[in-house]
């Protein structure tokens, strides 16, 4: 059962356009996402993050924004950078509890110049 | 701010050897604690989480199991290791602001 999906395996942007990655979640007891960058062999960067309170948080050149009643959450990077091809991961998290983060499946982004 | 120390980097093992991956954790205390793998061309799945000293609970069944003996070590182990069992594993600390650290990794490959 896969609480979190990242349904798009990889993307390809033109350097200096948006990148948009999409994020899906079912279970409606989490509250708190985040988004990562990961290399091979090494471990997960943070990159932002957002609480259900909240519908949009900008950081930068990255914004997260978030739709509840859609169970759906997007990374926006403007303008896109050759640096920023990487895996990125959404993770999500309940507050209460153990508060394990549960991770997509990943999207492979790669900024051609 | 947290930091968190993870060992060894890189490990090639034959199968059915045993296995101990270790984890400590600085500049918190009572921390949360998570072993993460990923699989080649997978995400990460969580395998074990502690809350507390001796406190394991596992997420999947497997071959690996985990220990907690001190507040700020977590300990990976297994008997005798899979082919199944390669793969890159994640130990993340989560301190009591919320954040999450995560170590360096440990790639491990099973012959």
């Known amino acids: 059962d896969q609480q979190v999906k990242q349904n798009s395996p990889s993307l390809s942007v033109q350097e200096g356009r948006i990148s948009i990655l999409n994020c899906d979640y079912t279970n409606s007891m989490f509250d708190y996402f985040l988004w990562y960058k990961k290399y091979p062999a090494e471990g997960p960067t943070f990159l932002i993050s957002?609480?259900?309170?909240?519908d949009k948080n900008e950081d930068g050149r990255f914004t997260v924004f978030l739709n509840k009643s859609a169970k759906h959450l997007s990374l926006h990077i403007v303008p896109s950078q050759p640096g920023d091809s990487a895996v990125y991961f959404c993770?999500?998290?309940?507050?209460?509890?153990?508060?394990?983060?549960?991770f997509g499946q990943g999207t492979r982004l790669t900024i051609n110049p | 701010s947290q930091t968190i120390h993870q060992w060894p980097a890189t490990l090639v093992q034959p199968v059915g050897s045993p296995l101990s991956l270790e984890c400590t954790v600085e500049g918190t205390s009572n921390p949360n604690l998570y072993w993460y793998r990923q699989a080649a061309g997978r995400g990460l799945q969580l395998l074990f989480y502690s809350v507390g000293i001796g406190q394991i609970s596992s997420e999947v069944p497997q071959n690996l199991s985990a220990s907690r003996p001190q507040d700020r070590q977590f300990i990976l182990s297994s008997k005798k290791l899979l082919l199944s069992d390669s793969g890159f594993y994640l130990c993340?600390?989560?301190?009591?602001?919320?954040?999450?650290?995560f170590g360096s990794g440990t790639r491990l490959t099973v012959v």
């Open positions: 993340v600390t989560q301190g009591n602001d919320y954040g999450y650290t």
């Open positions: 957002i609480s259900s309170i909240k």
């Open positions: 993770a999500a998290s309940a507050l209460q509890g153990a508060q394990k983060l549960v």
